[in-house]
């Protein structure tokens, strides 16, 4: 049996446009090298996997990327950050759950746990991967490593969908499949031309 396994903001999850929180924080770089930044920040990885408080976590982070901003500017920012589900997100996970193995990767913090739970979607997946929790990040190999055991799959018969393309080269370094798609209408269009998904 095939693994297809999801991100959960970007993909599954409508998030408000990230120039708006990464632009606040980091400034008026590309998007591309903020989001680079964000996932090789020191004070992001440790609150992404659990070693850092929020608190703690806002004030460093808004040291780091020498913002403006005060940490509680910021974490209302981030927080506000999530909307909901896609429309179709339940649907497309009900059909991939029928046929295969099913899974949520993210790089998710304490802060946005209680939201995304409520969301109707962990419960339509056979596991929840999220970084907070597992003490592993996307896009280290310990991640996509950690799902694979857990899932009882290898590699090759697994497929990743996200949203970043930072993620999906981390993915294709541990040989996964990994495609960059920006929420539910494209992930179904590429699940349905890698026979994934009856469209």
Request: hydrophobic share 50%.
């Amino acid at each position: 049996m095939r693994a297809v396994l999801l991100d959960l903001g970007g993909v599954l999850v409508e998030l408000a446009p990230s120039t708006d929180f990464l632009e606040r924080l980091g400034g008026a770089q590309p998007a591309e090298a903020l989001w680079r930044r964000w996932l090789a920040s020191p004070s992001v990885r440790a609150h992404e996997t659990g070693r850092m408080a929020t608190s703690d976590w806002a004030a460093a982070v808004v040291r780091e990327f020498d913002s403006s901003l005060s940490p509680a500017d910021f974490l209302q920012s981030f927080h506000d950050w999530i909307v909901g589900p896609f429309d179709g997100a339940h649907a497309l996970l009900d059909q991939l759950r029928a046929r295969h193995r099913t899974a949520i990767l993210t790089n998710l913090s304490a802060v946005h746990w209680e939201a995304a739970s409520g969301f109707g979607l962990f419960e339509r997946v056979d596991s929840v991967f999220a970084s907070f929790r597992e003490g592993v990040i996307k896009p280290d190999r310990e991640f996509f490593a950690l799902a694979l055991e857990r899932l009882n799959v290898d590699s090759a018969n697994a497929v990743f969908l996200d949203d970043n393309l930072t993620n999906v080269e981390g993915a294709r370094a541990c040989g996964i499949e990994a495609h960059v798609v920006r929420g539910v209408a494209e992930a179904r269009v590429t699940l349905a031309r890698l026979g994934l998904l009856d469209d």
